[in-house]
């Protein structure tokens, strides 16, 4: 039996309602879905609560899952969804930064991603005010278009272009004082 023909037997199995398949459909994907609930959420806790509530979402809707395009993409999107209903319901959503204040000195922006680890990339991201991550995430991780984004978060698009800009400028700082902090480092030993 093939990995697609085994996946349709798990997923089956959790629309009977197996436990065991169940736990194996977790197993399988949970670590992928992670990554996904991390990159929205402020904290591991906040991650693995989306993460939760997600697959909680997965298990009562996988019958509606009709064998056709990714299963992968179909929790993927529930997970993302279950982060912008968060995303949503919090009150602190609004952004509270003077853009003045974040001035960005000239640096070399090549090999940033050779010199700055992905954790330590994902914990910037995780700082970010919970308006600009989650529209960074959407425009940069979900390939969506301002006006799709506008459209989901019930914003204009030019306040998803603007936090986008935002983001993307706090991002660079962070990035460069990470840098010159690596710099300092080395010149030290």
């Known amino acids: 039996m093939d990995s697609l023909e085994n996946l349709k037997v798990l997923i089956e199995g959790c629309i009977s309602g197996r436990r065991q398949s169940q736990n194996e459909l977790y197993q399988l994907l949970a670590g992928k879905m992670f990554v996904v609930c991390q990159r929205y959420s402020k904290s591991r806790e906040e991650a693995e609560d989306i993460l939760q509530e997600g697959f909680v979402r997965v298990f009562t809707y996988i019958h509606q899952y009709k064998f056709n395009g990714s299963f992968e993409g179909w929790v993927r999107r529930i997970m993302v969804n279950c982060a912008l209903q968060r995303y949503r319901i919090k009150k602190d959503m609004h952004a509270v930064l003077d853009i003045e204040k974040v001035s960005i000195d000239n640096y070399e922006t090549e090999n ?78």
């Open 112 to 189: 940033i991603l050779s010199r700055i680890g992905a954790k330590e990339l994902l914990e910037m991201v995780q700082k970010l005010s919970p308006a600009y991550r989650t529209i960074f995430n959407l425009y940069v991780f979900e390939g969506m278009k301002h006006r799709e984004i506008a459209e989901l978060l019930g914003i204009s698009e030019g306040t998803s272009k603007s936090n986008l800009s935002d983001a993307r400028a706090i991002l660079k700082k962070a990035i460069h004082h990470s840098m010159l902090s690596e710099n300092k480092n080395i010149n030290e030993v």
